[in-house]
């Protein structure tokens, strides 16, 4: 299908060795990096939600967008010229087990779509079909699943997360079987298609499964081709790039992950095939936002027993997977000395963002070493109150230093006794944070401002995800638009739309959808 304005360069596919079988034929891959293997067309595309800013970024006209060959194309059933579908071939540890070849068992590439300035785009559809890497499974993705990752995707870029972003949502007209909670209770649910974009979809698991297998020229091959494409100021460090590139992944995945804490996000399934070399946040399933405060809490009913993934323990997560990424590149190197070095660098840097965020949160000048500890009280009252966390933390804007009081948080608590249980403590606390205001050098206006810009008003609540799904499921994809709407500025006051600020209601705590999800969703 051509389309003149858009060009493809698909280096992936033409700079890595690729498998001699095409189809989705299920099968070990060796000594290949990606597999070629076209969508599987649905019986009826149909675009329910597309984001135009990522379609800007892309350099994808109006008329494009509004075209019905966009759905055919973004819904698997058509190519525009250039593109070349694949697979990427990758391994992982799943839950702290290695877990041997994994792979795209349902997204598949597109091409990399060339911007008119020049950047790199990867076009990547999810729940296109299946792939040699489905295993067992479909390939589809269900309209519930694919909402939550469109959204996401988006809501997490107008934070500053460092993200994927979403082009567009497409309903498929399929049905799709799904046992949401692997509990012997499957159902048919509209099926759906998000396209999802970055710069690269290779992850920490891309350089393990070939190491593993002891494969250490395509190991080689598939790091200098990451380096070259997309750490180009590294490609003249010659002998040395391999340490400096990893050191630069260490540090990227150090600013997401401080972001991911600053924010109340919770990942879910943090495996290593889930991790982006480019330290974005990828692959939105069994994802949440810490409502009442609670370092312990995963949304992830697969991981509801060991809790590995819970949100307090994330930082410590990312070390543990980077340290399995250090020794996959291992073979590359005379000597592992700079690898260490590079883990080092992760702790430093989420050491520095971390108390860069402390001193933004808490609208301080900057933040020593009792600023760290008056923070670490404050998570306490917050888990022991059961407060809301986005709503404590922005309701601080509104503290008067030389008075304060309670009453700026009573919008935060779930629980009027765990309140009372909780106030001798916070009141002690907010005399001493009142304090720590008032010496500090920061003006009301400019502590306000400061802490506006750290602290969300409105974040991606599971139940705010899911009364648009419902609404969705119903054929209105109007909640889809308006919620992506709300969270294209996160951190600005929507008259009206109040809805989407508030805390979790009564109905939402045992939902699921809401409070509990899994891996299919």
């Known amino acids: 299908m051509s389309t003149d304005p858009l060009r493809f360069d698909n280096r992936f596919i033409r700079e890595l060795p690729g498998d001699p079988e095409t189809g989705p034929r299920v099968r070990e891959v060796r000594d290949a990096a990606w597999s070629a293997v076209m969508p599987t067309p649905v019986a009826d595309p149909r675009l329910l939600a597309r984001s135009d800013e990522v379609a800007d970024l892309l350099g994808l006209g109006r008329d494009l967008l509004d075209s019905d060959d966009f759905a055919r ?12 579908p694949w697979a990427a071939n990758y391994g992982g540890h799943q839950f702290g087990h290695w877990a041997g070849q994994l792979g795209d068992g349902r997204a598949i590439s597109l091409g990399e779509l060339i911007a008119a300035d020049g950047a790199r785009w990867e076009l990547q559809l999810k729940g296109a079909g299946r792939t040699p890497y489905s295993r067992g499974a479909d390939g589809r993705a269900v309209l519930r699943s694919s909402i939550r990752e469109f959204l996401c995707s988006e809501a997490m870029h107008h934070l500053g997360v460092p993200t994927t972003r979403a082009l567009s949502l497409v309903g498929t ?18 099926g759906a298609i998000v396209c999802r974009v970055a710069p690269s979809f290779i992850r920490f698991g891309s350089f393990e499964l070939p190491a593993s297998r002891g494969d250490v020229a395509l190991l080689r091959q598939l790091a200098d081709l990451c380096i070259a494409r997309d750490f180009p100021q590294l490609a003249a460090a010659g002998p040395a790039r391999h340490a400096q590139w990893f050191a630069q992944v ?24 889930n991790m982006s070399i480019l330290g974005l946040t990828i692959d939105y ?8 405060y609670d370092p312990d809490w995963t949304p992830n009913t697969t991981d509801a027993q060991g809790r590995r993934y819970r949100f307090g323990t994330q930082p410590q997560v990312a070390y543990w997977n980077l340290t399995r990424l250090a020794q996959a590149l291992a073979p590359l190197l005379d000597d592992v000395a700079p690898l260490h070095e590079g883990l080092a660098r992760f702790q430093q840097v989420h050491g520095q963002c971390e108390r860069a965020d402390i001193a933004a949160k808490l609208g301080l000048e900057a933040c020593g070493d009792d600023d760290v500890a008056m923070m670490a009280a404050w998570q306490d009252i917050l888990h022991e109150g059961e407060m809301d966390m986005t709503i404590a933390f922005r309701s601080l804007m509104e503290l008067d230093p030389a008075s304060p009081s309670v009453a700026v948080l009573e919008d935060a608590f779930y629980s009027p006794a765990r309140r009372e249980a909780v106030l001798p403590s916070l009141q002690a606390w907010l005399q001493l944070y009142a304090a720590r205001l008032r010496a500090d050098g920061l003006g009301a206006q400019v502590r306000r401002q400061r802490m506006g810009r750290a602290n969300p008003l409105y974040v991606l609540r599971n139940w705010l995800a899911q009364e648009a799904i419902e609404q969705a499921e119903q054929g209105d994809p109007g909640g889809v638009h308006t919620l992506l709407e709300v969270l294209r500025h996160p951190y600005q006051e929507q008259p009206g739309r109040e809805h989407y600020a508030g805390k979790r209601p009564d109905w939402a705590r045992d939902k699921a959808g809401c409070s509990t999800l899994s891996c299919s969703s």
Do not use: I, K, S
């Open 73 to 84: 194309v973004f819904g698997g059933n058509a190519l525009y010229d250039g593109m070349q």
């Open 285 to 292: 399933g069994p994802y949440g936002w810490v409502e009442d």
């Open 250 to 273: 260490c540090e990227r995945t150090a600013v997401m992950v401080a972001h991911w804490m600053r924010v109340g996000f919770v990942h879910g399934v943090m495996n290593t095939d």
């Open 173 to 190: 007209g399929d049905a799709v079987v799904r046992d949401m909670f692997y509990d012997g209770h499957p159902q048919a649910e509209p």
